[in-house]
């Protein structure tokens, strides 16, 4: 059973650029969900996205946008950077949107520093 | 508006003793509660979760029992080992709209040997 894996694991990009992150789902899993990780904060839900549309957004501007792709995998862009959006990134992949009691499943993450 | 708390930012119990991790919440509208455990440079990695229809749940060294008239969820562990040292944080999933997940902040466990 292959796990979450994201890419790249760690990115410095400046203020105002664009960036793009990517993650595969664990085999067997058609939901993937993006999180937010500041310092010393516990994960923030960005989105989740589930046969390929956005089914759920948290509060995030709208300078965050992701796509699924038809083989369950997932990316997150982020326009017009900020410091403030320096952290780690999560994807979660689960089941289906409505599992019942089935757990999300993290990748190591990427860390994302703006400067 | 921090509907998940964890009041504790860190915790040190020495190895063999149990260690006992608390997390308030203030959704009564909360289906499913989880506890993660994560190291540094990794994700969180799950660890135990319980319905909201139950007030106890076992898995081996570790429990989650939850009150729900107080709205307390806790992850007691024994025995307490020096592999346990991390950064805990409990979990709630909203049933309103899309499932989506609501965090603590986390408390770092630090087991002595």
């Known amino acids: 059973e292959t796990g979450v894996t994201q890419s790249p694991t760690h990115l410095i990009k400046t203020r105002g650029q664009q960036v793009t992150l990517r993650c595969s789902s664990q085999s067997g899993h058609n939901t993937v969900s993006w999180y937010q990780q500041a310092l010393g904060q516990g994960p923030q839900f960005i989105f989740q996205?589930?046969?390929?549309?956005?089914?759920g957004r948290g509060n995030f501007p709208p300078r965050f946008s992701g796509l699924q792709f038809p083989n369950y995998s997932s990316e997150l862009n982020v326009n017009a950077l900020e410091l403030d959006d320096s952290a780690l990134y999560l994807c979660?992949?689960?089941?289906?949107?409505?599992?019942?009691?089935?757990?999300?499943?993290f990748g190591n993450g990427t860390r994302l520093t703006v400067t | 508006d921090q509907q998940v708390k964890q009041n504790s930012p860190s915790l040190s119990v020495q190895e063999g003793r149990i260690s006992i991790l608390n997390c308030d919440y203030t959704?009564?509208?909360?289906?499913?509660f989880l506890w993660y455990k994560k190291y540094p440079a990794e994700g969180p990695t799950f660890l135990i979760s319980?319905?909201?229809?139950?007030d106890k749940n076992e898995d081996g060294r570790f429990t989650v029992f939850l009150n729900k008239s107080a709205k307390h969820l806790s992850l007691h562990i024994v025995p307490s080992q020096p592999g346990d040292s991390a950064v805990y944080f409990c979990a709630a999933r909203t049933t309103s709209g899309t499932y989506k997940y609501i965090f603590g902040t986390g408390t770092r466990l630090k087991v002595l040997a």
């Open positions: 979660a992949s689960s089941p289906q949107p409505t599992a019942k009691n089935s757990p999300l499943h």
């Open positions: 959704n009564s509208m909360f289906d499913y």
């Open positions: 996205y589930y046969r390929e549309e956005e089914n």
């Open positions: 319980i319905s909201s229809i139950k």
